[in-house]
């Protein structure tokens, strides 16, 4: 659902009117819940904004955000929602939590913290990062469906991938990697929902064309198919075809592939060095089709931080995924 459907609030967007504050969709993704939740903690609990503006436009304060922020931390102890409203508008310190009222008769967390793990360090990323990351942690399927399809359709399918969801997704493999594999749970929880949000993102599939068609696979034995599923849903948002073939494609595979799409280009994924193989990529850029005195092959693009240093001759190597969807469509474009 995008979240800039509905009240005018949410399609006043970051202006607002005069008097500043945040909209109700803002403030959403500050939390990491959806939108309806903040609608819902303001009907049934009383957590709305404290000054209303003329007509249906609603504005949060940063005291108004910090009471939300009360509230989250709150929940997220096991307190009912009721119970957590009512310590949220008293401004109770969240150090104070009725006796045997938090979950498993814990202590509350700390401010900014919550049960599902902590606040991520996210420098100096797009707010949107903190939220979804929040609502990952929480592991909140409809807040993180929600706020990745919100920042999708607010920045572009391009720039959400590179200013949001990326560093969301490193900030979580960082948070595994220093806590022992604790938050692996997370990091698959959010890579899924990733998944989903790119497929939705751009649903149409493109028909294949002649000579103008994408191939793209992950080198045998390389299972990190996101990146490509982004590049995937780019591509088809430009009206560019693609086959996607996903992960670890078999050689054998790769060239059966190949010779039957005849494509404009192939792109080959390789997150790590040990799976980049130049003698593959070499040998697709030298593969040949049609009848003879026409016959063509495809330009290969070596995607993916394994290929760093292992320059691929024919093959170009472009730096993110801006770059090589520029390169895939001037490729295509004749």
Known sequence: MNAHTGTAEDRNGGSGPRGGGLSTSEVARRLGVAPTTVRTWDHRYGLGPEAHTSGRHRRWTARDVARLERMCAWTATGLPPAEAARLARSDEPLTTAPAGRTAGGAPPPARGRSRAGGV???????????GIARAALRLDAPALD????????????????????????????????????KYVETEHFLSWHVSGALRRAAPRTVANRPGATTVLACVPGENHTLPL????????????????FGGA?????????????GPAAVGLWAQSRTTASRPLAQHVAGMEWGVRGARR???????????????VPGS???????????????????
């Not at 991520?120 to 903190?130: F, K, N, S, T, W």
């Not at 170009?316 to 004749?334: C, N, Y």
């Open 120 to 130: 991520l360090r996210l420098g100096d990323a797009r707010q949107e990062c903190r």
């Open 146 to 181: 929600e706020l990745l399809l919100t920042a999708i359709t607010e920045h572009g399918l391009v720039a959400a991938w590179t200013e949001v969801i990326v560093p969301t997704l490193q900030a979580v493999g960082r948070k595994w990697e220093s806590s022992g594999e």
């Open 229 to 244: 599923e982004a590049l995937s849903a780019a591509l088809a948002e430009r009206g560019v075809p693609v086959c996607m």
């Open 249 to 261: 494609l078999p050689v054998e595979s790769l060239v059966a592939a190949v010779h039957r799409t």
């Open 297 to 311: 092959g495809p330009v290969v693009l070596a995607l993916g931080p394994g290929w760093a240093g292992r320059a």
């Open 316 to 334: 170009a190597r472009p730096a993110g995924l801006a770059e090589a969807v520029a390169a895939l469509e001037a490729v295509v474009a004749p």
